[in-house]
């Protein structure tokens, strides 16, 4: 029968989920979100998103950081709102903060759209089906299962190249910087550590940290970890990458924080979480109990995922995640 593989996959991971899964401390949600917003509409929409992830992650774990960033940098530029999924010479992708975002993970989107609305037709947002896959990425790589709230409507544009630039932060920002941007965003300095957290899976290239190497070392930087880091970036200019956190690039869990108490974090942005007393006190907290961590990770993912949503009657449910709607019925009648 056609429903049993999906049914099996669903007793599968029961266990998995119970034993990841805490009364986490939800904030309130948005006007026009639901924990349960495609019950009657969709109801297999979440087994749909998993069953599908967990194949892609088993032939590149790695999408799973892709997923997870392009989601951080579509609630980050214009709110939560597939804005990021636009393309076009000055869509957001085209920014220079969004050039690295991985195409494969874009194309994942796509292909989850097509699965989804093959089950339940033109129903769900591509910004819900952004937010589920970056839940499933947490989860399926060893992270916490939460809920995530959905009801989120597409926007018809895309953020000026200027707002894109401005509403992400560089790797090189500072601790002040940071949290001026999280503040902006309605998010503390809890949120800011905790979400930081996000890089204990992915990889950074060596442009984005080329300059706590040369000309000199930063003295921030302990020494062995360093050492590695010339083998894989010899010049300024290497094209290479490494794992943002080299203890367990591939598992959502807490080395990221223990990475940056022994002097190891990858991007600036990361390891002076560790040098500004203001946040140091929390990276240690979080090196010391992956629980703690993982607590106020889903709270501040959650709240981060309700930014300036669009709801009710406001945008669209894009049938194509990369145009909108009137763009995509243009095309289809040439």
């Known amino acids: 029968m056609a429903f049993k593989p999906l049914l099996l996959l669903l007793i599968s991971s029961l266990p998995l989920i119970s034993s990841r899964s805490e009364l986490h401390d939800y904030p309130p949600l948005a006007d026009g979100l639901a924990w349960e917003f495609y019950d009657d509409t969709c109801h297999d929409l979440e087994s749909i998103v998993r069953a599908h992830l967990r194949s892609v992650f088993d032939s590149d774990v790695g999408l799973a950081a892709g997923l997870l960033r392009v989601f951080f940098h579509d609630c980050f530029v214009q709110g939560c709102d597939g804005s990021v999924l636009l393309t076009g010479s000055d869509s957001e992708q085209a920014s220079p903060?969004?050039?690295?975002?991985?195409?494969?993970?874009?194309?994942?989107?796509?292909?989850?759209?097509?699965?989804?609305?093959?089950?339940?037709g033109s129903v769900v947002s591509c910004a819900d089906i952004t937010a589920l896959a970056a839940r499933e990425a947490v989860f399926l790589t060893g992270g916490p299962y939460f809920k995530m709230p959905l009801g989120r409507r597409d926007s018809v544009t895309f953020a000026p190249a200027a707002d894109t630039i401005a509403s992400i932060p560089s790797p090189r920002s500072n601790i002040t910087a940071l949290l001026k941007t999280f503040k902006d965003k309605k998010l503390s300095l809890m949120d800011l550590v905790a979400l930081s957290g996000?890089?204990?899976?992915?990889?950074?290239?060596?442009?984005?940290?080329?300059?706590?190497?040369?000309?000199a070392q930063d003295s921030d930087m302990d020494p062995s970890y360093a050492k590695r880091l010339y083998a894989t970036c010899p010049t300024a200019t290497a094209a290479n990458a490494t794992g943002l956190d080299f203890r367990s690039p591939d598992a959502f869990d807490n080395m990221y924080f223990v990475d940056l108490v022994n002097g190891e974090g990858l991007l600036a942005s990361d390891q002076g979480l560790f040098g500004d007393e203001r946040t140091k006190k929390v990276v240690k907290k979080f090196a010391g109990e992956q629980k703690r961590f993982f607590r106020k990770?889903?709270?501040?993912?959650?709240?981060?995922?309700?930014?300036?949503?669009?709801?009710?009657?406001k945008g669209e449910i894009r049938r194509d995640c990369t145009v909108p709607n009137s763009a995509a019925a243009g095309l289809s009648a040439m």
């Not at 699965?115 to 339940?120: F, N």
């Not at 996000?198 to 190497?213: K, P, S």
Request: aromatic share 6%.
């Open 198 to 215: 996000a890089h204990t899976i992915g990889v950074g290239h060596c442009a984005a940290f080329a300059d706590r190497l040369y000309p």
């Open 297 to 313: 990770f889903v709270r501040a993912v959650i709240k981060m995922s309700q930014l300036d949503v669009l709801t009710g009657s």
């Open 97 to 120: 903060p969004n050039q690295t975002l991985r195409p494969k993970a874009l194309q994942v989107i796509d292909d989850l759209r097509g699965l989804v609305d093959e089950a339940c």
